[in-house]
């Protein structure tokens, strides 16, 4: 006997969510990958070649593929779970900041430096610049969030007649 399973629309959303908050992030992920590019808080070292260390490298274009996947997925789990909070100006941008400044938590005050066998959870000129490239990445990806949904609005709304 066959069974039939049904979505709610809010479940059904996910996916869409998602869609739009890997794009988001990908678009915050460029900004931020720029302003790792240009910034050496550290030693005249760039910030992106810090990256690339994750995987044993030293190379830039390393570093921007680490950190666009990064981005990648970072985005996706903000689209599963806050997208749907995330298609007005004013809550999709407090939330993106909230969850990049969770972000710079996890990754640049404590999964990046352990990795690299550097001290945790330190306040320095590297994670200074890592928390402000974090908030440009928020604000640049929920200004993305906004545009997708309300040309998403747009492209899907019924035809004024």
């Known amino acids: 006997m066959a ?7 809010r479940t059904a959303e996910i996916p869409v969510h998602a869609v739009w908050g890997a794009a988001a992030g990908l678009v915050g992920g460029v900004g931020f990958g720029i302003w790792m590019s240009v910034s050496r808080p550290m030693m005249n070292t760039a910030m992106i070649t810090m990256v ?11 570093g921007w593929l680490v950190h666009l996947a990064i981005a990648l997925f970072a985005g996706a789990g903000f689209g599963v779970l806050l997208g749907e909070y995330a298609q007005r100006l004013a809550p999709a941008v407090v939330l993106r900041l909230a969850y990049s400044a969770v972000w710079w938590v996890l990754g640049a005050l ?5 990795n690299l066998h550097m001290p945790v959870f330190d306040w320095n000129p590297v994670t200074r610049s890592s928390l402000g490239g ?24 019924p035809a004024d007649r």
């Open 3 to 9: 069974r039939t399973v049904h979505a709610s629309p």
């Open 52 to 62: 690339a260390g994750l995987l044993g490298s030293t190379n830039a274009v390393v």
């Open 110 to 114: 404590w999964i990046m430096p352990a």
């Open 134 to 157: 974090h908030l440009f990445f928020g604000l640049l990806a929920g200004l993305t969030n906004v545009g997708i949904a309300r040309f998403t609005a747009r492209r899907t709304a």
